[in-house]
């Protein structure tokens, strides 16, 4: 009997106010009022992609991200230099004519240089990125969603591989096995699938009892369909969010291995190997060996980072949309 | 001189691309020791208006015109350093949202002391006096104990009290109330209003009510400001408000409300739009473009508060079309439409068969036996040990003929929600059968499971977390055809769109994401799911809770008229008894896993004979004001007890008037005039019941009024008492014998 207006406050509002008291500045006069099905029908993607690019500092580092990649693969094109055969005489020259950034000591190009070492670094943080999001995305839902048992059982996997330091693992699988660039891959992407896995089944989780996945019961759908059709799309958003993460802490990965000098053998390089050739001359201040390649990691990093953020946003703002 | 005096009061709040006009002159008064209540629908600026009293606007927010004069100074133009001794000092506010406005990691104690320790520069030590006082005084047991306390180890309504406490520590003049009982059940939501109405009087205070609940108004405001979308409507005291409403608005809202046409079987009014955006300031009637009686001057001129001219002083209202004549009284609406209940039954329908032609064998439909669902409760985490159950369902046994609407009420952890999961198949039954016409519902097989989901479909709760966002609309409806393989793919569009039209949503509907659709569309399309695969059954659990009233009109209506359109039946899941009433032929009332009564809905209602029906119905507020004055004080005292532990026999003893020793010893079976005697009539499938045929009103004797309770109530109501008044003796006419007769306590009430 009760003669409510309202029932307990409603999960969306009927009108514009409490969006507004809700304090979520930006997007939220972008929409018309919920109900009112005004403008063109508007994909999810094309929402993401709308907050995306109102990130300024998301698309700097997306611009950056694709400055380097045009730098390392179509660079060599444009300014092409010698990466095979050393030339001791020009060994270790400063910046100057014919050399915008010196040379090294085996007499190869610095920038040539940086732009062979891009090339191993971006495949390898991009391919071992890949290659770790889906093995955990996959294992990470099916324990999600089973549960019990099986859930048990992979993720105690996970928890033990993720006991051991990853860098000592690395350092022990690439010392068993000489590092070309397909080994580096398979051996960075071993390790990097765990924290996908870990996310995924979290969501996974969650998902897993919301009302709309149960209505997939009600109508007499399979688990599978579930997961495929119900769960894995909703968990995308996170799952790409966190890939780029991970082409992040690849391409840091494959430059401690090449500082350690356990990474790709010579004459290819990659940033890591310049760095730690670098700074053997030190004390000789030849900064041209340094400084050049520790920017481009950190700077690729730091961008593929603003990058990650962005989508983060633009994800979790579409799921916001009330 | 009034305590409180707002006028003109207008706040914007700035965002990064517009302003929003929250509040455009709004003006009221609050005089000291009377209670003011706020009313009007979501977004219609209630919580603003509490936020500008005290000066705590969201960010982006500003006061940009009018006064608020609060005991002679204007707190608009206060300083801030006076603003804040006035906050908690002298206006007290209670949040909305009492789950987050206590500090989880703070003991109780300190919490409910910092209001001392800002303003009276009390140390702590010298605070626990008074806060142990205060503690009593909103009836917290055990004080001391739970001034050591943590929030998260009181219940909802124990949380309520503390936040209650820390508001009136300091003897505020005022009191701000935003929205003090939602989500509370209405047992415990008739005791807090209770509580405030009484320190109400002890502290001479005055007290602000903001709700969206008119019976709760009725019941306690003095008098009443209804707003809309930031502009206050009209305003008047109560009774003059409920008797003579002059805004189109208030008319309409009236007319919304379920319990003015229950048991009539008429089409509940539904305000049709939305309210509007607020982006601009208004410059006419705000109402105007929903209003049925709008002229053109209410699209161009914004109508000021005027006085109504009638005895009421107070009131005034801004609309150019009021109502002049007074609003019919409920029974005045059902006098004068005795029969339609039956009729809307025996109307001629051209339906749409369900998958299965169902035969009008008089079979039931739907019949559980005996139902029982336990949920295990497991300690540790790496080797579980079952250290208890959780009693959801125990032992219920409930039949739903062909046709009928069966509604199935009860409080929240009652087990009514288990109920209808179970029915569905979202859970498995610890115990006790489902049959459906008879055949056990599958629960192993593949094949046969997914054949058995055709008959029986599901509507959420919460529209929202039902619709995968990710999916297009016409996914979404496309998908039980796609899982049961029903015709081809040119078919299941065909489907869609004809789905969406019967349940009043546009074409185009079909390309949004659930997004982009309010509350009432997002059910609707929940609904057009559910009838994707023509079922027999629909299960509805709560589908109208979370929905404004007009919206929830608009609902309700759609599900009435499908059920005329298609020989649909519906398990109606929901703790509203006044939406349950309008809908349902059956009411079913759950306790603690038990069925405790069940009969047609009027029955029921009018001569409720099981005392926790009885306390349901007197602590749900009804918008009409001398009925709410005078109901019984009693109420059901107490909280529900823990499903993992019972209480032994009858599981309502712990909170009933009329508990006696065999109630503790003997549980009660569910049979026609209750006691407890232990033949075998006991079991409803031998009671003969459900064979209704063609559903309908159940005043032909389909189902019987049964209850279980070894002292039923015999007389019910009002109604009953003045039925038997007139006519003599009681009018059940069974001799009881055991136990005083259960007076209403209702004074001198009679007429009615």
């Known amino acids: 009997m009760t003669t409510q207006l309202g029932g307990p406050p409603p999960v969306e509002p009927a009108g514009g106010m409490d969006a507004a008291v809700g304090a979520f500045a930006a997007p939220a006069d972008s929409l018309p009022a919920p109900g009112t099905l005004e403008g063109r029908p508007k994909s999810l993607f094309r929402l993401g992609f709308e907050v995306f690019v109102q990130n300024r500092l998301a698309i700097v580092g997306l611009v950056v991200v694709a400055l380097a990649i045009l730098f390392c693969f179509v660079g060599p094109l444009i300014y092409p230099t010698d990466q095979v055969t050393v030339d001791l005489t020009s060994a270790n020259l400063p910046p100057g004519s014919g050399h915008p950034l010196g040379t090294d000591g085996s007499g190869y190009d610095v920038v040539g240089r940086l732009m062979v070492g891009g090339q191993t670094s971006l495949i390898v943080g991009l391919a071992a990125a890949a290659i770790a999001t889906v093995v955990g995305t996959v294992w990470g839902a099916i324990a999600g969603f089973f549960g019990g048992v099986v859930d048990g059982i992979m993720m105690r996997i996970v928890d033990a591989i993720l006991a051991i330091p990853i860098l000592f693992l690395l350092l022990f699988l690439v010392t068993i096995v000489r590092p070309s660039l397909p080994v580096m891959i398979f051996v960075i992407g071993l390790t990097a699938w765990l924290v996908p896995a870990r996310l995924v089944r979290g969501e996974s989780l969650t998902l897993r009892v919301r009302e709309y996945v149960q209505a997939v019961r009600v109508m007499g759908g399979s688990s599978w369909r579930s997961v495929t059709r119900h769960i894995m799309p909703n968990v995308i958003g996170t799952v790409i969010v966190n890939a780029t993460f991970q082409v992040a802490d690849a391409i840091l990965l494959v430059a401690y291995l090449g500082y350690l000098g356990l990474g790709i053998s010579p004459p290819a390089t990659d940033w890591g190997a310049m760095l730690s050739n670098g700074t053997q001359y030190v004390f000789l201040n030849y900064w041209w060996l340094i400084y050049p390649a520790g920017f481009a990691i950190i700077i690729v990093v730091v961008a593929v980072n603003l990058v990650g953020d962005g989508l983060r946003d633009s994800v979790e703002v579409r799921l916001q949309r009330r | ?752």
């Open chain 2, 1 to 752: 001189m009034a305590l409180l005096e707002v006028s003109g009061l207008t706040t914007d709040i700035r965002l990064s691309r517009s302003v929003v006009h929250a509040l455009s002159d709004v003006s009221f008064t609050v005089d000291a020791g009377e209670t003011v209540g706020l009313v009007g629908e979501s977004g219609c600026g209630k919580t603003m208006t509490a936020m500008s009293i005290e000066r705590l606007l969201p960010p982006g927010g500003h006061i940009t015109g009018g006064h608020v004069r609060f005991d002679g100074r204007d707190l608009v133009a206060l300083p801030e350093r006076s603003m804040q001794a006035i906050r908690g000092g002298e206006i007290g506010m209670i949040f909305q949202d009492r789950m987050t406005s206590l500090n989880p990691v703070q003991l109780i104690g300190e919490q409910v002391a910092e209001p001392l320790v800002l303003h009276r520069g009390m140390t702590r030590a010298r605070a626990r006096e008074p806060v142990l006082e205060m503690l009593r005084l909103v009836g917290i047991p055990h004080p001391e104990q739970r001034m050591d306390s943590y929030p998260h180890q009181l219940s909802g309504g124990q949380r309520q009290r503390v936040m209650i406490a820390m508001a009136l520590i300091c003897r505020p003049k005022l009191l701000i109330a935003d929205e003090p009982t939602t989500a509370l059940d209405v047992t415990v939501q008739k005791q807090i209003l209770e509580l405030v109405d009484r320190l109400r009087a002890e502290l001479g205070m005055a007290v602000i009510l903001i709700t969206h609940d008119l019976g709760v108004i009725a019941g306690r405001a003095d008098r009443v400001v209804v707003m809309y979308a930031g502009t206050v409507a009209e305003t008047a005291a109560t009774q003059t408000l409920f008797a003579e409403p002059r805004h189109r608005y208030t008319e309409a809202l009236f007319e919304a409300l379920p319990e003015r046409a229950a048991g009539t079987g008429e089409k509940l009014y539904s305000i049709p739009g939305l309210p509007p955006d607020l982006i601009e300031a208004p410059h006419a009637c705000p109402f105007a473009p929903r209003c049925r009686f709008a002229v053109d001057r209410c699209r161009t001129q914004l109508p000021v508060l005027e006085s109504a001219g009638d005895g009421d002083v107070t009131h005034r209202f801004a609309c150019f079309v009021p109502r002049t004549e007074p609003l019919p009284s409920p029974e005045e609406i059902v006098a004068a439409r005795p029969a339609a209940q039956a009729e809307a039954s025996s109307d001629s329908r051209e339906w749409v068969a369900p998958t299965r032609f169902i035969p009008d064998d008089g079979v039931p439909l739907l019949s559980l036996d005996r139902l029982v669902k336990d949920f295990p409760v497991t300690r540790g985490g790496l080797l579980r040990r079952t250290v208890g159950a959780v009693s959801a369902v125990a032992g219920a046994t409930l039949q739903i003929a062909r046709g009928q609407t069966v509604g199935l009420v009860g409080e929240s952890g009652c087990g009514k929600t288990t109920l209808g999961r179970l029915v569905v198949g979202l859970e498995l039954p610890t115990d006790g059968r489902i049959l459906f016409r008879g055949r056990p519902l599958a629960h192993r097989h593949r094949r046969d499971l997914r054949e058995d989901r055709r008959n029986v479909q599901f509507m959420f709760q919460d529209a929202y977390a039902s619709l995968d966002p990710r999916m297009r609309v016409r996914a979404i409806l496309r998908e039980p055809l796609e899982i049961q393989h029903v015709g081809t793919a040119r078919d299941r569009d065909r489907r869609v769109d004809e789905l969406l039209e019967d349940v009043g949503l546009p074409r185009r509907a079909a390309e949004r994401y659930p997004h982009e659709f309010s509350g009432g569309q997002r059910q609707r399309i929940g609904l057009a799911r559910a009838l994707a695969l023509q079922p027999a059954l629909i299960v509805a659990d709560e589908p109208v809770s979370a929905l404004d009233v007009s919206i929830q009109a608009q609902v309700l209506n759609l599900m009435k008229q499908l059920q005329r359109e298609r020989e649909l039946t519906y398990l109606f899941i929901s703790h509203d008894l006044s939406v349950v009433r309008y809908l349902s032929d059956i009411i079913a009332v759950m306790y603690l896993g038990k069925v405790v009564e069940i009969g047609p809905a009027a029955e029921v209602y009018a001569a409720a004979q099981h005392h926790y029906t009885r306390g349901l119905i007197d602590a749900i507020p009804i918008a009409d004001p001398a009925a709410e004055r005078a109901k019984a004080k009693l109420g059901v005292s107490g909280e529900l007890p823990s499903a993992m532990d019972p209480p032994s026999g009858c599981r309502f003893r712990t909170r009933c008037p009329m508990a006696q020793e065999i109630c503790a010893q003997v549980e009660p079976v569910l049979r026609v005039g209750g006691g407890s005697d232990q033949d075998a009539a006991g079991t409803m499938p031998d009671v003969g019941v459900g064979v209704g045929v063609g559903g309908g009103a159940g005043a032909g004797g389909a189902v019987p009024h049964m209850v279980a309770c070894h002292f039923p109530l015999v007389t019910g109501t009002f109604a009953a008492a003045a039925a038997a008044a007139a006519s003599g003796p009681a009018p059940t006419g069974r001799p009881r014998g055991m136990g005083p007769v259960h007076t209403t306590g209702r004074g001198e009430r009679d007429g009615r």
